[in-house]
């Protein structure tokens, strides 16, 4: 009992690292060109963003495992659901953020092409990712939103998050034509859907289990709204101008800005859910030793 309870942390750990390490890897590469604004501009909210992302998928596997326990359909479900919402959302902000910031050195570039590097998928498996994630995560979701006071709550985030999805979908389908459907609509529609199914999971297991719930879904949804932020600006946004010349300097000044306040955003969030998620998987680790 004491040696899966070890695998299964040394598998959180080793889940963390692998969100984390692609963004980490991009720091000293930047810094080793000069380039100290891509790194802290553009690396640094990345690496902010898979760690966020880590900890919220984290959250919803060792909530529901201690729930319904990890041989529960439920909780694999919800397992997979969560980490094909997060690797879609960051291969989402990889292609269209860190990937033009990487190519724009010959050096990295070249260094990337020879080690098979590869930060842009087709389209298709991208909107497939995008889309296993509500898929697998509705199920669980409306079976564990029954008969419980996370239902008002759960449906003012969503609400937000739908609402936002939508906008961006609209926005970029009437201004980018098909490929602004394809490259940022439904992308950012699909993601804001999954995240409203894995905060409400969220939430609702935390508040059954009576697991710092007011912390949690505090800490899920500054993550989630920061993640989906940052996919509004960097995927969505470019598709809705018009007037290249005037509107990108404008942008470039924008983006600036609120990459700084997004870092913020992202760094709270992730301070919000460490502690618990943290705790959580401590007292999962002892029970099962005991």
Known sequence: MATRSNHESLGHLGAGIGFVAWAVISLPLLLARGDVEGALLTALPCVLVSVGLW???TAAAVLLQALLGRGSTQYWLVLCGGVATAVAALL???EHWLLPVLQAHAGIARVMHATGSVMRVPWLLRLLLLAAGPVLLLRPCVQLLRDTSAVPVSRAVSGVLLSLGLTNLLLAA???????LVDAGLPTMLLAVAFALLWSLVF????????APRRLGAGAAVVVFGVMWCVTDHVALPYLLTDAAAQ????AHYLTVATVVQMVVLAIGCRLLAVPVFAAIR????????
Do not use: I, K, P
């Not at 609702?204 to 697991?211: E, K, N």
């Not at 990108?248 to 942008?251: E, G, I, P, Q, V």
């Not at 007292?283 to 005991?290: G, L, S």
């Open 283 to 290: 007292d999962h680790t002892v029970a099962a030793r005991t």
């Open 55 to 57: 900890l919220f998928v």
């Open 174 to 180: 009437s201004r980018g034509g098909g490929a602004g």
């Open 92 to 94: 989402l902000l990889a």
């Open 248 to 251: 990108r300097a404008a942008l």
């Open 204 to 211: 609702a297991s935390a508040l059954r289990l009576q697991t």
